[in-house]
């Protein structure tokens, strides 16, 4: 009851100290609460069950202000050793008090940079060596070997005299044996003042001698030392020294007693108290284990000290608990070099056990470190299934942003172990394709689900903060898995792996990182989604699979059986009214994007006007017309498909640009010339559309390419296009890329042509011809193997040949434009002196199979198209809430 009291009282004491700081800082008193329930873990049942989230920076920016608020002296020293060692996020720390702080000292000290590279930013080491280095704001020391004035003063201060005391013998020998290591040089002469080698001369200089035993220095060599001293020491403290160095470079002695008493013969309890106490204190006294204390030095000792008690007891850890170390590197290594690797093995997994037996994983109030140190060793006993389910269930339950580095890299040491257990794994070709291992398609089916699952942790984390490429890649090899083994995914115990997979995969589309081209193509692996989803009866799900269904069957030109899938998902969501469920699960309103695309399928099935036209009509009254309005990037993406269609119609082209407006341009904010970097393409569709526009309200002629119509175009939108295309101001998002190239080479052939008095040697009208061409053939590369390629193909060949009737095309470009069918380029007249079409300048494709690993900057906040993800907060509140 005492100490429960006394860690009450703490605990508010901290908590008052935190709103005590936000109020002199000006700031909600729930930072505090959110600093103390997440960081600290603190129990603060005075601040209600709200969830209380904040963004990466403001919380880092409220730390340091925290820190900096409470310096009361004129000089503050900080001293960091093993930086290391230290997390992302302490280096944010740091730097920023680096920033803010004035009159601080920060000492920091590390292991040879060249071995052990630092974490931190390179723009903040950057300005360290560089601008701040000129300031002498900032010096690196390397610290070489010791020279032998060096030893010589040192040998003075282990013996406790004057160096000029010291006979040169004595030095010069620590000198030789050592090679200027202070760590060997130090422990030589301790243990030859330990084994009371010392002596003095006839000249009274201090010199060493044989121990009064007659034996000499046991040792040469470094190793030999270690080695020699571990050879003297009783049996049962070199055993309890393997426990040690098996729990790891720091330890509690809780730790080591449950561990010691599951191993030890000996009966009693007290008995065996006794003998790991002996043991510890003799480790100690060879300086094998140094004991931390909490306690410093000052005014305030006894503050500090109930202040880390206090704080331990928050943290879940016995006040009275001893934390011990070993005194450097090397007597681990010596430790764990003296025991065969099963014993190491069968070590980590008892204590593994003891963990898991005293309430982890499941017990709440378990650190992320001590469920990292049960991974750890899970790991290290070989057990890879017990190892991966404690990474995955970290990655779940301790999904905060605090925790990103930490889960990031135990999902990483994962998938290493899982493909190491595997033997094989998705590679990736020349053509950028993926190919699985033999080995992985044989594989246990366990390994394999394993291998997905990690795959779709690894990409849920990077999503909403990191690089979109790097998050597309762990999903596009999950489901490059998952399309090549369909016939196994009936034993896989995880039902819910495909529609995870099916999620990420529509929020990475929804997001312009991925194009539909690289969603879910496999009509087996489609069959199975949908009978998941109906197994399930979510009717999101049920609409998202069925839309995948429909798309398959679209890609593969059976459009009658895609508007029937379609159809049957139409019913269900407007039967529902889902549209905003389905926009925040799977980041699209994917029923409404194929009922958008529904109308090209029509078109591909030569269907008559009318029916087009009262597709057309539904589509906008009943779906469009629900959609969220403050959802612009989404809204484009859907309407895209529709407006395709409608632009092509004299009496619906207005319609359409309202629809635009309505929908997309009026909710944002755009510049004075109409761009919009959230949504780059907005500014060549609303041109064409008021180029449509212009030549449906003045036609005459049949064929809207005419000359007389091109030039009604009003010369200022003409030129403000013209100078946007040739700056090479355009980006066209992945999810995009085909009906971009598209759209940009349609904008290309009205700019070229319109001109009234450009002459033919016009090199602006020359470049933009050439790029007008090379939009035109990626569209249509990209196009192929796709069931709509015939709908598109017949307009990008109208295109084409309008670009290429100046003198700068070539009839051999347009034969390398030529369907299959031979029938493209029979009654091209233009001439033979084509010398290349330039290439348009997008941003690479090449994001499949993107690999993540620890060297990553896990600091980036856009995707890969340079835009930042509207979907971001949402996307992480999901994980963060469990709803992944």
Not at 649 to 666: C, D, H, P, Q, T
Not at 845 to 857: G, K, V
Request: contains cysteine; charged residues 30%; hydrophobic residues 40%.
């Amino acid at each position: 009851v005492r100490a429960s009291n006394l860690n009450a009282q703490h605990q508010y004491s901290l908590m008052h100290r935190l709103r005590w700081i936000c109020g002199k800082l000006g700031r909600s008193s729930d930072h505090a609460t959110f600093v103390g329930r997440h960081l600290l873990k603190l129990d603060d049942e005075s601040a209600g069950s709200d969830l209380i989230s904040f963004s990466h920076e403001d919380i880092l920016h409220f730390i340091v202000d925290a820190f900096l608020c409470c310096l009361d002296t004129d000089v503050t020293l900080i001293t960091i050793d093993d930086v290391q060692w230290m997390d992302s996020f302490s280096w944010e720390i740091l730097e920023l008090v680096f920033q803010k702080g004035k009159n601080i000292l920060v000492m920091c000290a590390s292991r040879p940079v060249s071995t052990y590279p630092l974490g931190g930013t390179p723009a903040f080491w950057d300005a360290l060596r560089n601008e701040h280095e000129k300031e002498s704001r900032y010096a690196e020391i390397d610290l070489p070997n010791l020279e032998l004035n060096d030893i010589r003063a040192l040998t003075a201060n282990i013996v406790g005299t004057e160096e000029d005391k010291i006979d040169k013998t004595l030095y010069l020998e620590v000198f030789t044996r050592s090679g200027g290591n202070p760590l060997f040089a130090r422990e030589m002469l301790e243990e030859i003042k330990q084994l009371d080698m010392l002596d003095v001369n006839t000249s009274g200089l201090i010199i060493r001698r044989k121990a009064k035993g007659g034996e000499d220095l046991p040792f040469k060599i470094f190793e030999e030392h270690f080695l020699h001293k571990l050879d003297t020491l009783d049996p049962n403290v070199r055993t309890i020294l393997q426990l040690c160095a098996v729990l790891g470079a720091d330890f509690y002695l809780s730790d080591l007693s449950q561990i010691f008493h599951d191993s030890a013969s000996t009966e009693s309890k007290e008995e065996r108290e006794g003998a790991l106490n002996d043991a510890m204190d003799d480790a100690i006294s060879e300086r094998i284990i140094t004991e931390l204390s909490a306690k410093g030095t000052g005014d305030s000792e006894e503050d500090i000290e109930e202040e880390a008690r206090g704080m331990r007891t928050s943290l879940h850890i016995d006040p009275g608990d001893r934390l011990f170390r070993f005194s450097n590197e090397r007597w681990l290594k010596s430790v764990l070099s003296t025991m065969l690797d099963e014993r190491i093995r069968d070590i980590h997994r008892r204590v593994a056990e003891v963990m898991e037996g005293c309430g982890l994983p499941d017990n709440e109030r378990c650190s992320i470190e001590e469920h990292i140190k049960l991974f750890n060793h899970w790991k290290m006993s070989g057990k890879v299934h017990k190892a991966v389910s404690i990474a995955l269930y970290v990655a779940m339950g301790f999904s905060g942003w605090d925790y990103l580095d930490q889960c990031l890299s135990l999902l990483h040491e994962s998938l290493a172990m899982v493909v190491g257990k595997i033997g094989g794994d998705i590679e990736v070709g020349v053509n950028d394709e993926a190919i699985v291992s033999p080995l992985l398609s044989s594989a246990n089916i366990t390994d394999v689900q394993l291998l997905v699952r990690i795959r779709i942790e690894i990409g849920s984390r990077l999503l909403p903060r990191l690089d979109g490429r790097l998050a597309a890649g762990s999903f596009l090899r999950a489901l490059a898995i998952l399309q090549r083994v369909p016939e196994r995914l009936d034993d896989f115990h995880d039902k819910s792996i495909i529609v995870d997979v099916a999620t990420g995969i529509s929020v990475l589309f929804a997001d312009g990182v991925i194009s539909d081209d690289d969603s879910i193509t496999d009509l087996r692996l489609t069959e199975k989604l949908v009978a998941a989803a109906r197994m399930d009866g979510d009717p999101c799900f049920i609409c998202t699979a069925l839309t995948y269904l429909s798309s398959i069957y679209a890609r593969e030109g059976e459009f009658t059986k895609a508007i029937e899938v379609q159809k049957e998902a139409e019913e269900m969501y407007m039967e529902d009214d889902i549209s905003g469920d389905l926009t925040f699960r799977f980041g699209i309103d994917r029923v409404a994007l194929n009922a958008s695309q529904m109308v090209q399928w029509l078109a591909s099935l030569n269907e008559d006007d009318n029916a087009i036209e009262s597709r057309i009509h539904f589509t906008v009254n009943n779906i469009i017309m629900h959609m969220d309005r403050s959802r612009v990037r989404n809204n484009f993406i859907i309407l895209l498909p529709l407006l395709i269609v409608m632009k092509k119609r004299k009496a619906m082209v207005s319609r359409a640009k309202s629809i635009l407006i309505e929908f997309v341009s009026s909710t944002l904010k755009l510049d004075e010339n109409g761009f919009s970097p959230e949504v780059p393409l907005l500014k060549p569709l609303m041109d064409i559309l008021t180029f449509e526009e212009k030549i449906a309200e003045n036609s005459t002629s049949k064929s809207k390419l005419s000359s007389s119509n091109m030039q009604k175009i009003r010369n200022d939108e003409r030129r403000l296009s013209k100078r946007w295309i040739l700056e090479e101001r355009y980006e066209i998002p992945n999810s995009l890329v085909r009906d971009g190239k598209a759209l940009m080479a349609e904008l290309c052939m009205f700019i070229a042509c319109s001109a009234r008095k450009w002459k033919s040697n016009n090199e602006k009208r020359k470049s933009l011809q050439f790029k007008g061409i090379a939009f035109a053939k990626d569209a249509l590369e990209l196009m192929k193997g796709n069931g709509l390629c015939a709908f598109h193909e017949a307009q990008l060949i109208e295109i084409l040949r309008a670009l290429s009737s100046g003198r700068f095309a070539s009839s051999r470009l347009i034969s390398l434009m030529r369907r299959s069918d031979g029938n493209f380029s029979d009654d091209s007249d233009v001439d033979d002196d084509f010398s290349g079409c330039g290439q348009s300048s997008t941003m690479s494709l090449s994001i499949r199979y993107a690999e993540w690993d620890e060297s990553q900057n896990l600091l980036k906040t856009r995707n890969s198209n340079g835009i930042k993800s509207d979907r971001g907060a949402r996307f992480a509140s999901m994980i963060d809430g469990g709803q992944w």
